[in-house]
Every structure is written in C-alpha cells, then in structure tokens.
C-alpha cells in the first residue's frame, strides 16, 4: 500500500514550504532535490518509485528561466513537458497522484477578465510552451488522479523574488522604478502549500476532482502596486515607489500583461480559494525579513 508523499524540486522555494506543511502535520515524505531526482531522466524517475510508491507527488521540479527558455526551449520542455509526463507515467504505474505546479503563462496574457480554469491556452513564449506540454501529459495519462494547480507571482521565504528584491531596494535606494502595465497575484508559498496539502489529502479522500485548479491569491494588483504595499508595510513612504512600463525593462521573453486567475473549482473539492494578496503578505512579512530559509538536507 502507497503511504507517505514525495516532493520533486525539493531545493526550490514552494517545496521548502510544501514540505514544511507536511512536517507540521506529521505526514512522511521524501525530499528530493534535483540530485535525487532528475524528473528528465527516466532511471532516476523509476528509482524513486521503487519499493514503496508515494501516495502523493508534488511536483514542483520545473526550469524557470523564462528568459533563457527563448534560447533552450528544448532544455525548457525537456525539464517541464516531458519531465511531468514520466511522473505521470509511474503515478499511473503505481497508483498515486499526482499534483503538477504549473504557471499563468500557459495563457496569452491579454484578458480584461480572470481566466476561468477551462479557459483557452496560448501561451506567447517557450516558457509557457514548455509548461503547457506538461500540463497536458499529466491531463492525459491522468484523468482521475492528475491535478495541474497553476500560480503565478509566487513570493516566500525560501528563494528570491520580487518582495525581497524590494524590501532590500527599499533600504539601499531613495526611488525605485516599477512596471505598472502588468497586472496579477502576488502569491505567497505558504498560503499555496497549504492548498497544495489540503488538495493532496482531498484526492485521496475521492473527495476533489481531478483536473486544473488555480493556485493564486484573490484580488490583483500590478508590480507597482504590490512595491507599494512592500514599502507601506516596511513603514516607508510608497510615493518613493514610481510607475514605469514594460517597455523600460525589455525581456527575450513576452511578459503577460493579465495574468488574473479565476478560483472556482477549489469549492468542487471543498477548499476556499486562497486570501487576498494584501492580507497574505502582511502575514507573510516577518518571515520575508529573517535570513532565507536554508534547503532542506
């Protein structure tokens, strides 16, 4: 019988907290960083199935380059759509399932509404190519037991992003030039951890369905607005914070433009969707100012 639960990527961010969670609530599971398990190499997939399957797999395994993705799109898919179909294929072998961390970029990026779980894909660069591909492997080898939970703007303690980049702005500049033209969630990887956890224990329950969910804060804002809030938070003054476009930080990769996600079907496997942006973050503060959180052994 499959008892415990395995998570892929463990050296990354989200991971760190997923794992996190489950110590907390006493659950088993396997750490497995990229040297334990390469999802891009089939031998290293099979080893960690052996002997006793995991129950569950969160896969958080992924390249995020998106930039560098333009040139190493084989690299990209190779890491992102083929690594989630192998996955796939021992979850199907063995009977677990499987909870595939996906991304926003799957969609064009050029709604004027939240996209819906069943909205149309088009993804406008290599990155969101690549992760769509993975998307539909576990979709497809996995009707009843794959799960694609998708976020967006993810921030936590465990790695850099964009809230520690400007909480260490905040302190070394007078000013600071941010994009306003760009419109999502900022997410914190407690709060998707947590859904992440609660989706696992309902799968195995029988008790949601399989398919696409939206793991992203409620609300949005732009990364304008979320600088703001940073500085407000840090008692600082927000006006030292200044709109720019996109068109000042010019990328290889396309960046959407809205990247707003819809949440109904976390209720078809009843689970609230994720709080508003602004009130996670105030949460999420006084662990974003302690040092990073070290990776897990």
Same mark, same amino acid.
């Given at each position: 019988m499959n008892?415990?639960?395995l998570v892929t990527g463990a050296g990354? =961010?989200?991971a760190r907290d997923v794992l996190a969670r489950l110590a907390a609530d006493g659950i088993p599971a396997v750490a497995a960083d990229r040297k334990a398990l390469d999802v891009t190499e089939p031998e290293s997939v099979a080893a960690a199935f052996a002997g006793n399957p995991p129950a569950v797999v969160v896969n958080? *395994? @992924?390249y995020t380059a998106v930039d560098d993705a333009e040139e190493h799109e084989d690299e990209a898919t190779a890491v992102n759509g083929a690594g989630p179909r192998r996955l796939a294929e021992a979850c199907r072998t063995h009977g677990s399932v499987l909870l595939h961390v996906s991304t926003d970029y799957v969609f064009p990026g050029d709604a004027s509404a939240p996209y819906p779980e069943d909205a149309p894909?088009?993804?406008r660069g290599a990155y969101g190519r690549s992760k769509l591909a993975g998307e539909r492997a576990v979709l497809e080898l996995l009707p009843e037991r794959g799960f694609v939970v998708r976020t967006a703007w993810l921030?936590? *303690?465990g790695g850099r992003n964009f809230v520690r980049t400007m909480i260490r702005l905040e302190e070394s500049r007078d000013t600071v030039d941010v994009v306003d033209d760009q419109h999502g969630q900022?997410?914190?990887t407690e709060d998707l951890a947590d859904r992440l956890v609660r989706l696992g224990h309902a799968a195995l329950a029988g008790a949601a369905p399989a398919g696409v969910y939206h793991g992203t804060s409620s609300g949005e804002t732009s990364w304008?607005?979320?600088a703001r809030e940073v500085f407000r938070l840090l008692g600082a003054d927000p006006l030292r914070v200044h709109p720019t476009t996109s068109a000042a930080f010019a990328r290889p990769a396309p960046r959407p433009a809205y990247s707003v996600l819809g949440h109904e079907r976390w209720r078809l496997a009843g689970i609230e969707p994720i709080r508003d942006w602004r009130a996670a973050l105030g949460a @999420? =503060?006084?662990a974003l100012l302690s040092p990073a959180v070290p990776p897990p052994h």
């Open positions: 008892n415990g639960w990354g =961010m989200l958080c *395994a @992924a894909t088009g993804p921030y936590g *303690a900022p997410t914190w304008f607005g979320l @999420a =503060m006084p």
